[in-house]
């Protein structure tokens, strides 16, 4: 159980162009889902949290208009990556927490790659 | 200073050997801790999760917490060329969002 899946697992993309990534918990309903971003060989960095049906909350330093937080549904959130520049490029992970599993803990996606050229 | 300090490794052993990765912090307000396992290009996999000083076994792994001293490890027995990975401690913090320590990178080598 508590299963998440991230859509898609790599993406290469042109500057400026805009990049959609999903994330599903597939057995399980979402309350909560987190975004990462994670660097090579350093740990996640937290960008944004979203509650179902809630506007998402930034953390500090995160441009929320670059990136678009969606959570319309108990099982489904979406990250959208607007007009990428190559410094956007990074491993990009979602993770959730709710109904059925501990509050406390959070379960991860595969995470995507983002490449911008 | 950070919330969670880790050492980032790299930790290489040899197939079968004992390892012990540890973390300490310094917000006494933790009161549960968590161990994520995250293969290279991979999501991170929870492994353990305790909220009480002491032992919590799991097969192969031991978590073990001392609040008084701030310091949690998690030991691995008969480690295994698979078990190479990335080990994150995390720790719930408000909104329940997790701090996490920077990872140690390990490899068991044959």
């Known amino acids: 159980g508590a299963v998440v899946s991230q859509h898609p697992s790599r993406v290469i993309c042109k500057s400026g162009t805009s990049v959609k990534i999903e994330c599903r918990s597939l057995d399980f309903q979402a309350t909560t889902m987190f975004w990462y971003r994670q660097f090579p060989k350093q740990s996640l960095m937290l960008m944004a949290t979203?509650?179902?049906?809630?506007?998402?909350?930034?953390e500090q330093g995160v441009e929320k208009d670059k990136f678009l937080i969606n959570h319309a549904s108990l099982t489904l959130s979406t990250l959208t990556v607007t007009s990428a520049h190559p410094e956007d490029s990074s491993f990009y992970i979602c993770?959730?927490?709710?109904?059925?599993?501990?509050?406390?803990?959070?379960?991860f996606g595969p995470g995507t790659r983002l490449l911008v050229l | 200073q950070k919330e969670v300090e880790q050492d980032p490794g790299p930790l290489s052993v040899p197939e079968g050997a004992i390892v012990s990765l540890n973390c300490t912090y310094s917000?006494?307000?933790?009161?549960?801790f968590m161990w994520y396992r995250q293969y290279s290009r991979k999501g991170p996999e929870l492994l353990m999760y305790t909220y009480s000083s002491g032992n919590k076994e799991d097969g192969r792994f031991t978590a073990q917490v001392d609040k008084s001293s701030k310091y949690i490890s998690l030991f691995i027995r008969d480690s295994q060329p698979s078990d190479s990975a990335t080990y994150l401690c995390?720790?719930?913090?408000?909104?329940?969002?997790?701090?996490f320590g920077t990872g140690t990178q390990l490899k068991v080598e044959l």
């Open positions: 995390a720790m719930p913090r408000g909104g329940n969002k997790l701090t």
């Open positions: 917000n006494s307000a933790f009161q549960y």
């Open positions: 979203s509650n179902e049906g809630s506007k998402a909350t930034y």
């Open positions: 993770s959730a927490s709710g109904l059925r599993t501990s509050q406390e803990t959070q379960y």
